[in-house]
Structures are given as C-alpha cells and as structure tokens.
C-alpha cells in the first residue's frame, strides 16, 4: 500500500454510577422504556440540574490512570442540536474546559511500545435512545428516556494510530483501564463503551494529514477493525483515480462490513457552545485529587511487571493473568493459600477458564474458589491424588462446588502408592504383553510410554505415576 492511514479515537464510556449525572433517576439497564425519568432528565421548563459528584470523582480516576493532568476550574457547556431522542434540545458537556487533558497510554505492537496521546477527557450527558423495532400495533418510532442524562466521559485520543491493529490495541488497553478503575462496566454489547474512529490517508512518507472520514457509533472490537480496515480500502481507491476524500460522518454497517455517508461537512451541526447558566464550575481541590488517587487499583501494566519480577512468571502468562482485575485477584487469592506461581497460573489458565469458557460464566461466579482450588492443590502435592485425578476431582468440584478432600475420599480416588500394588498391576501387564515385552528387551524403548498407559489403565488412573515409572523401568529392565 502507498498510503500510511491515521487513525484517532474517540470513546464514550457509560459510567457506573448508581444515579444519572443531574439527577436521582436510576441508571439501570433494561428497565421499562421511561421508567427512569424525572422532571430533569425529561428537559421540562424550570428543572434544574444538580451534578453528581461521583461523576467528577470517576473522571478524575480515568485522568490519573491514562496520565492526564487534571483541570482545576471546569466548566459545563451546552451543546445545541435538534434531535428526537434530546428532549432539552441540548446536550450538558464540557467544551474549552474538559475535565482532563495532555495524557497519554503506552501500547505494545509487535514487541514495541507506542505511544498514543490522549488529547481530552470531558464528561456530559448521554441522549435517549429512539427505538424503531416492530412494536405489535405501533407504526411510529417510539423514544426511550431512560438513557436521557446517564454520566459519560468521552476519552479522545490524538491522531497517533498508524494501523487497524493498534487501534484495537489502544481500544483493549483503555476498556481494561476503566473496568480495573471499576468506572464503568465494559459491556460494550449494551453500549457502556462506543467508539468513533476518525480515519484518514496520506501518501507514505508525508506528514501532511488527509481529509478524515469520521466513522461513528461502532460498539465491537471486531466491527472497529472491520469498519476501519474498510475505510482505507474506500479511500485508497478514490485517491488511486485521483479523485479527493470529502470530510464527512459515515455509519458501519455490520451485515456488510461497508460504511455509508451519514451527513457531510455542510451539514455538520454548529453546536453554539456555550457555558450552561444552570451550573456553576467545579473547582477541583488538590486534596480531591490526592484522595482520587488514593482509591487507584494496582493497573494492569504494573500488576504485570509485578507477576513477573517478583512471581517469576512468564510474560505470557502474566498477560493473560492480568485480563481482567477479577481474574488477577482469583489468580492472587489462590496463590496467598498455595505459594507456587507457575502451578496455580497454569491451573487458572487452564481448567478454570476452560469450565467458565464452557458454561459462559465469568470468573466472580466461578464455583471454585481459590480457596477450594487451593485445597485441590494441597493434595496433589501432598501426593494424595495424581495430577490426572486432580483434574476429575476439579470438574467434579466445578460441577458440585464440594471440597476436594471429600470428592476424593467419596469416589476412592485416592493416589494409590503402595508399592505392592502396583507391582501386581506392573506384573499382569507385562503377562498379557508378552510380545510388546520382547521387543522392549530387544531394544524398542520407545515401547516404555504404552506400558506405564496400561499400567495407569488398570488402576484407572489413580497410580502414583512417578513409582509406576521407577518400577516399570526396574521390571522391564531387570
Ligand atoms: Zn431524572
């Protein structure tokens, strides 16, 4: 390709707050259409907004965590449009004054690290949702208020992005930032976390930007990458025919994997900021700040580097481990009561995500909890149970959510080390194998991991595997 793509992002996260941000009105999801709604968040004449102090508390947690500085003195603006799902006929934002600005995220891209700034964060208030399914008896689109007036902060990043792939990396790295923060809950499927994405072409080797398409409203990892992807192929073709990219807004079609003009640069909006009379500014003390970053968690770059200066483990596994902060915790919680790092991380890697993937149940519901998963591993040590039993024992667990000791001691799974009997089990195996056994002694050792399979086949896999190969070895040998 001849063209170097620039990509910056902008992201709408839904915040977790338990109220709307002017208002008392709940900010469940899935309630009854309109169910959530006052006076305030409805625009009536004369209700006035009051600001929910959690929301400036959890912006200013994302504005430490991704290295902004904080604005001391911010100001609400009001950003006039016309729209359906608007009924104050303005949106409450920030403009001049966002509460955060000049931070940055670090992202690493095929072993390197890149730096992507990030221009803003400002908070404001999300719109109503329009809703034009079939409704039995209903020919009209009906407007949800629900959503009216729920906190937002919109995070803008700088036009730093050189490819679809650290997009999705910067993407992947806020969204695990603000749930670690504990500020909003991710699911991008209900919209808690949206994004635009402004893409633009230049000829390889300039650093003259191209005009900029702005794609919008794009809530999957996978459509970001496929819209974006898209766009470059789009504009490519044009510029290859010589033509010009014109600035506008364009919608992602997901069944297609296309985008289509929305409205262009004449018909922007001219939103006509300005403050909102109805708010006062908010001054935000150093005291406020220090006690915001008194409540940051441990994020995930230092969690990492953490696991893997002092737990010794493998950057792989670190990764995978630091995902999510409540996999993080399970994955600490159980190495508190078992000691051994590598073990529990390849357990917590292993067949607990394998059972949660299976049942599509998130590591918080996990039937096993560390301290049962450390108990299971107690008795593998201990010698009690082979490592192959311990895995029944753990989907058995998984199953009942019973403690290993009384799994075990139930189904007569205890590891069985008498030396006697497995001798007796090593000497019908060789009886019923003669011929298996000549060819051994004559020199086929590749033979040796069929006899320790049968072996630990007729004691149903509960022989100690470490004497069933010494003995073995001994037999065959001897
Ligand atoms: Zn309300």
Redesign the pocket.
């Known amino acids: 390709m001849k063209y170097q793509v620039v990509i910056g992002l902008e992201v709408h996260t839904q915040l977790t707050t338990n ?2 941000i ?4 709940s900010t469940r999801f899935g309630a009854e259409p309109n169910s ?7 625009g009536f004449p004369g209700a006035l907004p009051v600001l929910n102090k959690k929301v400036v508390e959890y912006a200013i947690r994302a504005g430490l965590a991704t290295n902004c500085s904080i604005t001391k003195r911010n100001v609400f603006a009001r950003k006039n449009y016309f729209y359906p799902d608007l009924p104050k006929g303005y949106q409450i934002s920030q403009f001049d004054l966002p509460i955060c600005q000049h931070g940055h995220l670090d992202i690493d891209i095929e072993g390197e690290t890149r730096r992507i700034g990030i221009t803003r964060i400002h908070m404001e208030e999300d719109a109503g949702k329009l809703v034009h399914a079939d409704i039995p008896g209903v020919d009209d689109s009906c407007v949800d208020l629900n959503r ?2 729920t906190p937002l902060l919109e995070i803008v990043s700088e036009p730093d992005m050189r490819s679809p792939d650290e997009a999705i990396a910067y993407l992947k790295k806020l969204h695990q930032i603000v749930m670690y923060l504990g500020i909003c809950d991710g699911n991008l499927e209900e919209g808690s976390f949206r994004c635009d994405a402004n893409v633009s072409l230049m000829p390889v080797g300039s650093s003259t930007f191209g005009t900029r398409a702005e794609l919008k409203n794009i809530n999957s990892f996978k459509f970001i990458k496929q819209a974006i992807e898209y766009e470059m192929e789009r504009q490519a073709e044009i510029l290859d025919e010589g033509g010009r990219i014109i600035q506008e807004t364009r919608l992602f079609d997901p069944n297609t994997g296309t985008t289509r003009s929305m409205r262009g640069k004449e018909e922007a909006h001219d939103y006509r900021y300005f403050p909102d009379p109805d708010l006062v500014p908010i001054i935000i003390s150093d005291e406020w700040i220090e006690e915001a970053r008194g409540t940051l968690p441990e994020l995930p770059e230092a969690k990492r580097a953490r696991f893997m200066t002092d737990l010794a483990l493998p950057e792989y596994d670190a990764e995978v481990l630091v995902a999510s902060r409540e996999l993080a915790q399970y994955f600490e919680d159980t190495f508190t009561l078992f000691p051994q790092a590598k073990t529990v991380s390849n357990w917590v890697m292993g067949e607990v995500t394998r059972a949660l993937n299976d049942d599509g149940r998130s590591i918080s519901d996990c039937p096993v909890t560390p301290a049962l998963l450390a108990d299971l591993l107690k008795l593998m040590e201990k010698g009690t149970i082979s490592g192959k039993i311990a895995k029944t024992v753990f989907d058995e667990m998984y199953k009942s959510g019973k403690a290993p000791e009384k799994i075990v001691e139930e189904k007569g799974l205890v590891q069985v080390s008498d030396t006697g009997a497995i001798e007796a089990m090593i000497d019908e195996v060789l009886e019923k194998n003669p011929g298996q056994v000549a060819e051994y002694r004559g020199g086929k050792e590749t033979l040796f991991g069929f006899f320790v399979g049968q072996v630990m086949r007729a004691s149903k896999g509960k022989a100690n595997p470490a004497l069933v190969n010494e003995m073995l070895l001994k037999k065959l040998n001897g």
Request: glycine share 6%; with cysteine; charged share 5%.
């Open positions: 109220t709307k002017f208002c008392g009105c959530q709604t006052c006076p305030v968040c409805l009216a007036c």
